[in-house]
């Protein structure tokens, strides 16, 4: 049976991905070795990390006032190695609280300047991202976390303001065009849209940078790894070339405005059947609901076991919710084909029947 | 042609495991679904994570003591991140310069209190492993660099001392028996007998930790990544699943002893050719060179690149020597077996044969 993947992360890439990636690791192109034993300096290697970063730059339009990175450490890292890199002591950073991995981000910050939380949607839930705040314009930059991947919701748009936006895009990357001239930093683990665990893309803007004054460890400073074109150590050589490989895959499939009308449909057609059927509700706030992960109840609790039991009988694998939500949450990243979600919203329909 | 792969690291790794590893891609244990698509707090990934943990605790004897972590970063994180962790500020460590990596773990470490440099063999161009220094008794930990994949030498056997050690194992873990309860932090980057690049091995006793009073960023602390067993954040999945399969290779190989026998006999007919052979010279002292990195010179400079050509020819790959040392270097870890060696040898002699 085909199963359908629906984990939130580490999650399902696409098939040609996986073909290709255990092809280069048994010979990687006709090398006679494999991708897991070639050292980070060959010059199969270097071919594949610049082709990985070319990929990056072309697909989102990164400007050349920015660098790109690949680093080790997840997102979680980048918690700490930004405000560490590029908050002041004395200086102020404001957060947008729009979830758990807001929250840490927030907390982690702490400990390097002042932290202005502008607004949050904590006390409800986190069912939807906060509006009409004001953006102080001497913050040092304002953080956001564009998809929230617990609760299900997302920015729709970038809130206006003078400076630099920081944004955790982990598991909304790649999904939709972004204008990245506006961000001061873009951050994102890379097993959602770009590749498996254990490769973290970081997208720095030279200013951003050396003005904090601190004595950073060299792993942590974002300088050292812009000069060591993020080999200042051994980089994470298998995760990069798959990350390389599932770029590839985006850009044959038309790059991030084609699959930005992809998602939207996916996320319409079950987002519309959550609507249609009778056992069902959605989580979030309309308006800001995630394409990514889209987060629902059933009206009567006593039916998510049957539910979970039908899915995993239909080859819905991974769409239980979040502990913190309940429910379920249905993650439709950019490797998820649109027949993947018609599986589900089948299953959906055919347990609204036996429960009818 | 088969090629043999000398590379320093990453390097070779079992063909077993290539294969094995590129079936989990495509498709993990009949699950469906690939290795890197599945949850990290899923049976399957939780299963690999702690099989993982089991093998090395195993085949390296781990007391009950000391904590096994996989992490994210490289031993280059935990040149700064043990002694933000472990050396109070008013504290002193005392650290034994071999190498460059001595060298980069010193230069991380100051930051954090006192670091004492017992003994280094910079001068002579890291040919030897310092002997005969006094060892403070007062000092939070002394930390060595077991091989020093650069220059090619290794301690033979650790120091007796009263404080803990602290040993980047990078380049040699696995490859012989050592008595973990002398140690009070073994860390060592994958990427030469343990697996691919992307995850470090950090085993840490628990009297090292929770007395420095820093505050310390989630992700730099140990104690929050042993609370979390390694899954504070998303951990490096497919490297730390192939290192699970490497171990496992180990064990079916009969373990730490019956390697050491293997790699002492791969060196000793290694060197056994470099002394013999007319056109070559060791770079290591005798006593204290690797089981793991033969470096040794051409004694005309002239023949060096012939001498390279003729080993690409004859399927040798890698074995062009670091910068800093020149000449060339054989890495023989764990999975290079014995005919791999014996085809440099042939080379070796074939090009003497050559140059007449």
């Given at each position: 049976m085909k199963i359908h993947n629906f984990s939130a992360?580490?999650?399902?890439?696409?098939?040609?991905?996986?073909?290709?990636?255990?092809?280069?690791v048994l010979n990687l192109d006709n090398s006679g070795l494999s991708i897991l034993e070639i050292s980070h300096r060959s010059k199969d290697f270097i071919a594949i990390h610049e082709h990985a970063k070319a990929l990056v730059k072309e697909l989102l339009q990164v400007p050349d006032t920015h660098h790109i990175l690949f680093l080790s450490g997840g997102a979680s890292s980048q918690f700490f190695m930004v405000p560490l890199n590029c908050l002041p002591q004395n200086g102020t950073a404001a957060y947008v609280d729009t979830g758990s991995w807001s929250s840490k981000a927030i907390k982690?910050?702490?400990?390097?300047?002042?932290?202005?939380?502008?607004?949050?949607?904590?006390?409800?839930?986190?069912?939807y991202i906060p509006k009409n705040y004001t953006i102080p314009s001497d913050a040092t930059y304002l953080h956001l976390t564009s998809n929230n991947t617990i609760f299900g919701t997302q920015f729709q748009s970038f809130p206006d303001c003078e400076i630099p936006i920081v944004c955790d895009m982990s598991s909304d990357i790649f999904s939709r065009p972004v204008d990245v001239s506006r961000f001061g930093i873009i951050y994102a683990g890379a097993q959602k849209n770009?590749?498996?665990?254990?490769?973290?893309?970081?997208?720095?803007?030279?200013?951003?940078?050396?003005?904090?004054?601190?004595?950073?460890?060299?792993?942590?400073?974002?300088?050292?790894?812009?000069?060591?074109?993020?080999?200042?150590?051994?980089?994470?050589?298998?995760p990069i070339y798959v990350s390389m490989l599932t770029l590839?895959?985006?850009?044959?499939?038309?790059?991030?405005?084609?699959?930005?009308?992809?998602?939207?449909?996916?996320?319409?057609?079950?987002?519309?059947?959550?609507?249609?059927?009778?056992?069902?509700?959605?989580?979030?706030?309309?308006e800001d609901r995630s394409r990514m992960n889209v987060t629902f109840l059933v009206n009567d609790p006593e039916l998510e076991k049957?539910?979970?039991?039908?899915?995993?009988?239909?080859?819905?694998?991974?769409?239980?919710?979040?502990?913190?939500?309940?429910?379920f949450r249905a993650s439709i990243y950019n490797a998820m084909p649109r027949e993947g979600v018609e599986a589900l919203i089948s299953v959906m329909q055919q347990f609204e029947k036996q429960m009818g």
């Open positions: 992360g580490p999650s399902i890439l696409p098939q040609s991905v996986f073909d290709k990636a255990a092809q280069g982690e910050a702490k400990r390097y300047g002042q932290i202005d939380v502008l607004a949050s949607s904590k006390e409800d839930g986190y069912k770009m590749g498996p665990a254990g490769v973290t893309l970081v997208i720095v803007r030279n200013d951003m940078l050396g003005k904090v004054g601190r004595d950073i460890p060299s792993m942590l400073d974002y300088q050292v790894h812009i000069k060591g074109d993020s080999m200042y150590n051994t980089p994470p050589v298998f590839e895959w985006l850009k044959d499939f038309g790059g991030v405005s084609a699959i930005q009308k992809a998602n939207e449909d996916k996320a319409a057609i079950l987002y519309d059947e959550i609507a249609r059927n009778s056992l069902f509700s959605a989580v979030a706030t309309e049957p539910f979970l039991d039908l899915c995993k009988a239909g080859g819905c694998d991974g769409v239980k919710g979040h502990r913190s939500v309940g429910g």
